[in-house]
């Protein structure tokens, strides 16, 4: 899991998030961020292949990656659903999530998923050295029908 939290990671961040933050983000610090906080990581297979997981925290959906090799198989839509299952699950009507203010992929597929982009905030990102504040785009969707 680690392994595809770095790639997915610098492949939707690379060269559009300051390089200050970049040096945070090696393949040891996720496997320590997935240690930390297992219980709150839900993963999708595919044939016993990872494809991508989610991480939940309390009403945000704080990590989403699919496995570059399922990117545009559906797996990104079908993991979302789940995501937002197990939110209304746990009791959550009101969802949030922060997205790099550049990452205009990952932005597009929240918008068609029904999140709305509620502008731009300055929020922390974790690292091993305490919090980087950072400018990102804070969207949020109703999960009640």
């Known amino acids: 899991m680690a392994r595809l939290w770095h790639a997915g990671w610098h492949l939707g961040h690379n060269g559009i998030v300051p390089e200050t ?6 393949e040891n610090s996720f496997a320590a961020r997935i240690a930390a906080a297992l219980s709150t990581f839900y993963v999708a297979e595919i044939d016993g292949d990872l494809a991508g997981f ?5 009403s945000e959906l704080d990590q989403f990656y ?3 090799d399922h990117i545009g ?3 990104a839509s079908a993991l979302m659903d789940a995501a937002e299952r197990m ?3 746990n009791g959550t009507t009101h969802a949030h999530l922060i997205a790099a203010t550049e ?3 990952a932005i597009r597929f929240y918008e068609k998923h029904g999140w709305k982009n509620t502008g731009t905030i300055m929020a922390p990102v974790d690292t091993f050295d305490g919090p980087f504040e950072m400018n990102v785009v804070r969207m949020t969707k109703s999960l009640i029908s």
């Open 73 to 75: 198989r559906g797996v």
């Open 54 to 58: 989610v991480r939940l925290k309390d």
């Open 103 to 105: 990452n205009h992929r």
């Open 66 to 68: 699919v496995a570059e």
């Open 21 to 26: 933050l970049v040096k945070y983000r090696d």
């Open 87 to 89: 939110l209304v699950h």
